[in-house]
């Protein structure tokens, strides 16, 4: 039988990973959502646990986080879950980032990934096969 887990949904995580000091901590994506909250809260396993806020108490149950960044990882801790193991910081920062998608091969075929501003406005003068072009940050999320 699979342990009961305690559930944090840190939507937001690229904001720890990329903001640091300035991140609003890893309850605030579902607190800003409320009718979000309820969704997903329903679509745990009966008898898992969704944290909301950072007094919300998950004694002796596995900890898991949607994204396991430090301060997700704490609140875990602090709730009393047990966290699941998880990589380091440096490596989120990594995959959280399109060029990593790029370096796998894992894009839309004509993706570029441009790391400059001189590069990107010399890709945008090329023709495409739509006419069209999509820009997107390096790393984001939507929401």
């Given at each position: 039988m699979t342990p009961r887990r305690a559930w944090l949904l840190n939507l937001?995580?690229?904001?720890e990973i990329f903001r640091g000091s300035t991140y609003r901590g890893p309850f605030?994506?579902?607190?800003?959502r409320p009718s979000l909250?309820?969704?997903l809260g329903g679509l745990l396993p009966e008898g898992d646990v969704l944290l909301r806020e950072p007094r919300d108490r998950a004694e002796g149950l596995?900890?898991?986080?949607?994204?396991?960044?430090p301060l997700a990882l704490a609140?875990?801790?602090a709730s009393g879950a047990s966290p699941s193991p998880a990589p380091l910081p440096a490596a989120l920062r990594r995959t959280m980032s399109r060029r990593f998608c790029e370096e796998v091969g894992?894009?839309?075929p004509?993706?570029?990934?441009?790391?400059?501003?001189?590069t990107a406005l010399g890709l945008l003068r090329q023709?495409?096969?739509?006419?069209?072009?999509?820009?997107?940050r390096s790393w984001g999320f939507a929401g």
């Open positions: 937001d995580a690229e904001e605030r994506a579902l607190a800003d909250a309820e969704r596995v900890g898991v986080a949607w994204s396991p960044t609140a875990l801790s894992l894009t839309l004509g993706a570029v990934f441009a790391v400059d501003v001189p023709p495409t096969p739509s006419g069209r072009w999509l820009l997107r």
